[in-house]
């Protein structure tokens, strides 16, 4: 297998886009990214969505973006895994340059989920539960993240405080981020103030509704090398696994099993452990979920995750950072692209141009993005490595 870099990365502002198609918001992080890498071609693309049929009416994404993108007739593959369809998208493009199969790939993601109501949006998201056992009975994702909230609450005696930190601290990380989608800063009263929507999880635990696409391009380390007059981003790690899609079936319904797995191989891979990591980007759908990844992926150990952003812990100037981008929380949650923006935030701070939200010297970073309430995860760990070669 060869080493795989990234070297180039394009992300537009997410929000509710209502000017701009699902083809178009596509087109313009593609574009972007190809551009960024200083290449005129890509090979193969790579795009992760989870439901373009529910969202927009749209399937058959692999070939309508590569004819979009004016590079037809390359092979265009689209990516599903529900809201890790951008990790997995990564992943896919990452295994065809370290095989050898491709030179220049695409990874790309894109969901526009605000042209259907608030009900319709719903249902859609709803599809990546086990309709039979969880969605017939009325379980929706915030109703699920829920119950896995009052799981912990009860095993562990974390608190709703505790949550409304973890959205406190996303937000203040999200307002230095002008691609955010709610780069409000918010208190941990006003998250506790919020509007309920699923016991205890309230409007300011959530991820929202969101609009937007990103996308990036992998080439051989040798390759990157060339092209590339900075800091180079190097994949260290790729790794992916899966889970029960009903709660109903998992021993312990306060952790992430998947992500616990894949961790374990990507660390090993990497050849690092979470002591190592200059920072994370995880998918924090709902507050609760942070503090279990963050468990999973042995930043803290199993119960402590609660505690980690009350006490500062993963601030953006804490020991362990999580989430320097705003999280999904604030910066958004397009489900199919969230797990291409986790890479774009690990290029913007590898290569020194996060402005306010910049990290002090980050070498190695891992990205987390997962499916539905965990049923899939996709992890990624990136070193940041010099032109010339042994770094
Ligand atoms: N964070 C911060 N503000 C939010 C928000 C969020 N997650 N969601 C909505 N808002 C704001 C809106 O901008 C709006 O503000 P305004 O009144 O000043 O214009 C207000 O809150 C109400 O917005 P609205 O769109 O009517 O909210 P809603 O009640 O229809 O939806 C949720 C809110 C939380 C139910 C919806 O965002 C949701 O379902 N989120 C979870 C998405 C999900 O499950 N993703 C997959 C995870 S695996």
């Known amino acids: 297998m060869r080493d795989v870099a990234v070297i180039g990365v394009g992300m537009n502002k997410w929000g509710e886009l209502w000017e701009l198609s699902h083809r178009d918001i596509w087109t313009s992080a593609a574009l ?6 200083g290449v005129d071609h890509v090979d193969a693309m790579y795009v992760g969505c989870m439901s373009g049929g529910l969202f927009v009416g749209q399937e058959h994404l692999g070939a309508m973006l590569a004819d979009q993108l004016g590079m037809g007739p390359i092979p ?40 259907v109501d608030g ?120 790794a992916h696994a899966t889970d029960t899609m009903a709660l109903a079936d998992r021993a312990e319904i306060s952790a992430i099993e998947s992500t616990a797995r894949a961790a374990e191989q990507a660390y090993k891979a990497a050849g690092i452990g979470p002591d190592d990591l200059s920072f994370c980007e995880v998918h924090d759908c709902f507050t609760i979920a942070e503090v279990m990844v963050i468990e999973a992926l042995g930043l803290v150990e199993k119960g402590q995750g609660g505690q980690a952003a009350a006490s500062g812990l993963t601030a953006l100037d804490g020991k362990r950072p999580v989430n320097p981008s705003g999280g999904l929380k604030s910066k958004g949650h397009p489900v199919g692209a969230t797990g291409i923006a986790q890479v774009c935030e690990v290029a913007e701070q590898f290569r020194g141009g996060a402005g306010e939200r910049q990290l002090d010297d980050p ?6 993005n997962m499916g539905g309430t965990g049923a899939s995860s996709v992890i990624h760990i990136f070193e940041r490595v010099g032109r010339e070669a042994g770094r």
């Open 363 to 368: 070498h190695w970073a891992l990205t987390q």
């Open 119 to 238: 009900a319709a949006a719903t249902y859609a998201l709803s599809t990546a539960a086990d309709q039979e056992y969880e969605c017939f009975h009325g379980l929706t994702f915030p109703g699920l993240y829920a119950m896995m909230a009052r799981a912990h609450m009860e095993r562990y005696g974390t608190t709703i405080e505790q949550l409304a930190h973890v959205a406190s601290k996303n937000h203040a990380n999200g307002a230095k981020n002008p691609n955010a989608q709610f780069p409000m800063k918010v208190t941990p009263e006003q998250v506790l103030a919020s509007p309920m929507v699923a016991d205890p999880l309230r409007l300011l635990d959530c991820s929202p509704i969101t609009d937007g696409a990103a996308a990036v391009v992998l080439v051989p380390l040798e390759m990157a090398r060339k092209l590339s007059d900075g800091p180079i981003v190097r994949i260290a790690a790729s």
């Open 32 to 37: 972007d990214a190809i551009e960024d890498a």
């Open 76 to 115: 265009g593959t689209r990516v599903e895994s529900a809201c890790a369809s951008g990790g997995l998208a990564l992943r896919q493009a990452y295994l065809a340059v370290a095989s050898g199969a491709h030179d220049i790939v695409l990874a790309s993601g894109v969901e526009k989920m605000t042209d």
